[in-house]
């Protein structure tokens, strides 16, 4: 109990000095200026002496006691003024949020509206051979990247509302797609586990669309993804992990999927010929997808000698700029493709 009161105390010690302060002062001019002395008089009691100090120092305590009320409504007024500003910084802060919300949402309801983004499709090789077995469907949009793109989508509850929306584009725009080769879209898993994926699937030939799953927050319970996965199978698609190696795309996250195509990411493919760690471990997926009977595909292929590279030590598939720049299809190959194409075919 004392130590509470003694903490009260000492929180309150200026105050507490100060009005001892002003009552020493006042009984101390009352002594001196004879003001004790000329109330004694007219009082007429030999004790009047005291009385009139102790009078005249409750008479001046109304300064101090001022002086303390206005110090305790200073504070009490700027703590209010920084609550009310605290607050409507809060209030701007959320109208903010609600505004680029509203904003985002029609701008991704206006692409929609429009059939979604528009798609370019990027070649898939089979390095040995060079020959085109797929093409990859990638969005475009004018301002921002796709990927901030689909974010904003996914913020703002419509990500599998655009990410559906790319895929029927990507189909509509792949009728030059060669007989033998497939289109592979990118779907999150929120997507790959929407039953209306599995309409894209009617119709197409088995094989012919491979969903490549895009993966950007950790995953917790594979049962759901697996189930969604024998779905797709089971109408005759494919599904393929994306950026293997990089975030969450780990060995595994391949494991539990066990998907059909495995890509690895482009940051452990550039300038793997050059450096010993990146080659270890492209050989250690090679091991790592033939035991799990999966294709590889090296992402992000942009060299020659990468290429070579990757071919010598088993890698099947490549994508990348050496190969072929994203395009429509219909437009002429790149002349990467054509150039490695005269180069295999000689055997150089």
């Given at each position: 109990?004392?130590?509470?009161?003694?903490?009260?105390?000492?929180?309150?010690?200026?105050?507490?000095?100060?009005?001892?302060?002003?009552?020493?002062?006042?009984?101390?001019l009352?002594?001196?200026?004879?003001?004790?002395?000329?109330?004694?008089?007219?009082?007429?009691?030999?004790?009047?002496?005291v009385?009139?100090?102790?009078?005249?120092?409750?008479?001046?305590?109304?300064?101090?006691?001022?002086?303390?009320?206005?110090?305790?409504?200073?504070?009490?007024?700027?703590?209010?003024?920084?609550?009310?500003?605290?607050?409507?910084?809060?209030?701007?802060?959320?109208?903010?949020?609600?505004?680029?919300?509203?904003?985002?949402?029609?701008?991704?309801?206006?692409?929609?509206?429009?059939?979604?983004?528009?798609?370019?499709?990027?070649?898939?090789v089979?390095?040995?051979?060079?020959?085109?077995?797929?093409?990859?469907?990638?969005?475009?949009?004018?301002?921002?990247?796709?990927?901030?793109?689909?974010?904003?989508?996914?913020?703002?509850?419509?990500?599998?509302?655009?990410?559906l929306?790319?895929?029927?584009?990507?189909?509509?725009?792949?009728?030059?797609?060669?007989?033998?080769?497939?289109?592979?879209?990118?779907v999150?898993?929120?997507?790959?586990?929407?039953p209306?994926?599995?309409?894209?699937?009617?119709?197409?030939?088995?094989?012919?669309?491979?969903?490549?799953?895009?993966?950007?927050?950790?995953?917790?319970?594979?049962?759901?993804?697996?189930a969604?996965?024998?779905?797709?199978?089971?109408?005759?698609?494919?599904?393929?992990?994306?950026?293997?190696?990089?975030?969450?795309?780990?060995?595994?996250?391949?494991?539990?999927?066990?998907?059909?195509?495995?890509?690895?990411?482009?940051?452990?493919?550039?300038?793997?010929h050059?450096?010993?760690?990146?080659?270890?471990?492209?050989?250690?997926?090679?091991?790592?997808?033939?035991?799990?009977?999966?294709?590889?595909?090296?992402?992000?292929?942009?060299?020659?000698?990468?290429?070579?590279?990757?071919?010598?030590?088993?890698?099947?598939?490549?994508?990348?700029?050496?190969?072929?720049r994203?395009?429509p299809?219909?437009?002429?190959?790149?002349?990467?493709?054509?150039?490695?194409?005269?180069?295999?075919?000689?055997?150089?």
């Amino acid at each position: 109990m004392w130590r509470r009161a003694a903490r009260r105390v000492w929180m309150h010690r200026y105050e507490a000095l100060t009005m001892a302060g002003f009552m020493v002062t006042a009984g101390v001019l009352a002594d001196v200026t004879g003001a004790s002395r000329w109330v004694g008089d007219r009082v007429g009691s030999a004790e009047a002496g005291v009385a009139a100090d102790v009078f005249l120092a409750f008479a001046v305590c109304w300064v101090p006691l001022s002086v303390i009320d206005y110090r305790r409504c200073s504070r009490e007024m700027a703590l209010r003024a920084q609550v009310e500003a605290e607050l409507e910084r809060e209030a701007a802060a959320t109208r903010a949020r609600h505004e680029e919300h509203l904003a985002i949402r029609s701008a991704v309801t206006e692409v929609l509206d429009h059939g979604g983004p528009r798609i370019v499709y990027q070649p898939i090789v089979e390095i040995a051979s060079g020959a085109v077995v797929g093409y990859e469907a990638l969005s475009r949009f004018d301002d921002v990247p796709p990927d901030e793109w689909f974010s904003r989508a996914a913020h703002v509850d419509l990500g599998v509302e655009l990410e559906l929306a790319a895929a029927r584009a990507a189909l509509l725009g792949a009728d030059g797609l060669p007989a033998d080769a497939y289109l592979a879209i990118n779907v999150s898993p929120r997507t790959l586990c929407d039953p209306r994926l599995l309409e894209l699937l009617a119709g197409a030939r088995p094989g012919a669309i491979t969903f490549e799953l895009t993966e950007h927050i950790a995953v917790d319970d594979y049962r759901e993804y697996r189930a969604s996965i024998a779905r797709v199978r089971s109408h005759g698609g494919r599904v393929a992990v994306d950026d293997a190696g990089a975030g969450y795309a780990s060995f595994r996250h391949i494991v539990d999927l066990q998907p059909d195509i495995i890509k690895v990411d482009g940051s452990l493919v550039h300038g793997v010929h050059l450096d010993p760690p990146r080659r270890s471990l492209m050989i250690a997926f090679v091991t790592f997808a033939a035991d799990l009977g999966a294709d590889l595909v090296a992402e992000c292929v942009e060299e020659l000698a990468e290429a070579e590279a990757l071919a010598s030590w088993g890698v099947g598939y490549g994508q990348g700029w050496y190969f072929g720049r994203p395009q429509p299809l219909g437009e002429s190959p790149s002349g990467l493709v054509i150039a490695n194409e005269r180069r295999l075919a000689s055997g150089e």
